[in-house]
């Protein structure tokens, strides 16, 4: 898909919905990982990180609290914990509402902004600490320090952040690859990492 010129805000939202979904169909190149995509909702399926977790949902308001306890029954057997978040486009309004009422427990200090930036006219770069160079990853290499920054960054234990080096290994690292993911290093250690995603006619961070 080509990129988005001067979108609307509305195609603004849609393309970032995209991107987000796409990013986690990327993981289903993983077993027992899968992405449900239905006429009226869509969910990625899985028992481990990066967690189940159902998409969007554009129900209608008669059929809404029915079609909410049937996706919950369907992925009952197959995890333990989901989350439902509800992104702008989530129908039917008071989503948020009625899966509270269908036992959902509402987390506002999980809720994360999205935020936009045209990238024709992006600010200048800021400045780096000295010694810090930037790469690419280009190999299992510096995947593997990929991760390790990524499990410093976010105090995350080995079980949890194993599934997204093998995702992401699982994808390769082709120059032209949607998912391009980085690794910082300052005075040779791995100390930051970042993850780019183009899908949905945006680039997604």
Known sequence: MPPLSDPTETALVAASEANYTAYFAGFTVLPRMQLWHEADYTAFVADSAPGSTVLAARFTAATADAQIRAVLARLAPLVRHTWWQVLPSAQPADLGERLSA????????????????????????????????????????????????????????????????????????????????????????????????????????
């Open 102 to 205: 269908a036992g959902l427990t509402s987390l506002p200090h999980e809720s994360r902004p999205v935020m936009t930036l045209a990238l024709a006219a992006q600010p200048a770069a800021p400045p780096v600490s000295p010694g810090l160079t930037i790469h690419r990853v280009s190999d299992a290499a510096q995947m593997a320090d990929w991760t390790t920054a990524s499990a410093l960054g976010f105090a995350s234990n080995t079980a949890n952040i194993q599934p997204y080096h093998d995702a992401y290994s699982a994808q390769g690292f082709a120059e032209d690859a949607p998912c391009q993911h980085y690794i910082g290093y300052l005075a040779g250690a791995p100390v930051t990492s970042a993850t780019l995603l183009l899908a949905g006619g945006v680039a997604g961070i």
